[in-house]
């Protein structure tokens, strides 16, 4: 378990010249994260891999930090990262705390107006995120040119659908087995088609926690995303799926349109019904370590009962 105090001995190290105020345990999501207040210099935060089965992320999140750079987009200056193990047993990353606040604490704060043109700032963002290219779509650890040799829709299909999120929820009867079959059909038979894409650099994890926004000047921009161990090279229609229905939000159609005049580009329907059937199975499942948020479970019924109509139209292009 780390502590406070693991966390003070490692910023007096790392930081020696200033003056540390207090530290700041915001808890875990993927990572424990600590946040560290200086006297004299911006807060900077400290994210642990405390995870021992997953494959651990500082690495990547740094190099994904010097494409957003190279390219041009908001960050989060990158100051620390050990993957050694030897300084506390976990690997960790430290970034400077960032501008904005968080897209989800916003939309409960601020008028239609304002959540509005803050989809629309967004949407700007995803565009020039999704105009990065890659040569293939695949995941990365260290190296964005090093890719794991499998794809990722294969990899979703045979891990959350047909097995893992989409096998739990069938075994405990949220899904029927008519009804689990029918996804597992319409994603398989739709494979070659999802695979077809421009491959991009997709954000994964665009969630409403994970984008921080500021108003600058009449307009709010975006100006920093978390969650960067999930960046990959894939179809931009997967983030798409999450910005125009993100999971755990109810959402407005003012609020879509909104986004989609920022992004400028209409997203293929049909891509994002399918990625919306992964969407719900895993938010249901709980993947995506949501929030605790009083709504959660209204909008898990929701989702679900979203699932037919996706899988009536989706089997209709298919005859």
Same mark, same amino acid.
């Given at each position: 378990?780390?502590? &406070? ?36 210099? +911006? ?60 897209l989800d604490r ?6 239609? !107006? &304002? ?27 260290n190296d964005p &040119? ?25 075994? +405990?009867?949220?899904? /029927? +087995? ?15 088609? =999802? ?24 307009? @709010? ?17 997967? !983030? =798409?799926?999450? =910005? ?41 499942? /709980? ?11 209204? @909008? ?18 298919? +005859?």
């Amino acid at each position: 378990m780390i502590t &406070e105090t693991d966390v003070l001995r490692l910023a007096q190290s790392h930081f020696p010249e200033n003056t540390i105020s207090w530290i700041e345990d915001l808890g875990t999501w993927v990572r424990h994260n600590f946040r560290v207040h200086f006297s004299d210099r +911006k807060a900077v935060v400290y994210k642990f891999n405390v995870n021992t089965d997953w494959i651990d992320s500082s690495v990547h999140e740094y190099r994904v930090t010097e494409i957003l750079e190279k390219n041009g987009l908001p960050f989060s200056p990158v100051l620390v990262v050990d993957d050694s193990l030897q300084e506390i047993g976990h690997a960790f990353i430290v970034v400077e705390q960032g501008p904005g606040e968080r897209l989800d604490r916003l939309m409960r704060l601020k008028p239609d !107006d &304002e959540i509005k043109a803050m989809y629309r700032g967004i949407g700007q963002f995803y565009r020039r995120l999704h105009a990065i290219q890659g040569k293939e779509s695949g995941v990365w650890v260290n190296d964005p &040119e090093q890719l794991i040799d499998v794809s990722p829709t294969d990899y979703l299909f045979e891990n959350e659908i047909l097995s893992g999120s989409g096998a739990a929820l069938a075994s +405990k009867g949220v899904l /029927n +087995k008519l009804l689990y079959q029918r996804i597992v059909d319409v994603w398989q038979a739709n494979l070659a088609y =999802l695979k077809n894409h421009k491959p991009v650099l997709v954000h994964g994890s665009p969630f409403p926690w994970t984008i921080y926004l500021e108003k600058q000047g009449p307009d @709010w921009q975006v100006t920093r995303i978390t969650g960067l161990g999930d960046t990959f090279w894939w179809d931009p229609a997967y !983030d =798409l799926t999450f =910005l125009i229905e993100p999971p755990f939000t109810f959402m407005f159609d003012q609020w879509r349109i909104a986004f989609l005049q920022g992004y400028g580009a209409k997203p293929e329907i049909r891509r994002l019904m399918l990625y919306r059937l992964l969407q719900i199975i895993c938010a249901v499942n /709980n993947v995506y370590m949501q929030p605790r948020i009083e709504q959660s479970e209204t @909008w898990k019924q929701s989702a679900l009962h979203a699932i037919p109509g996706l899988l009536k139209s989706l089997e209709t292009t298919l +005859k």
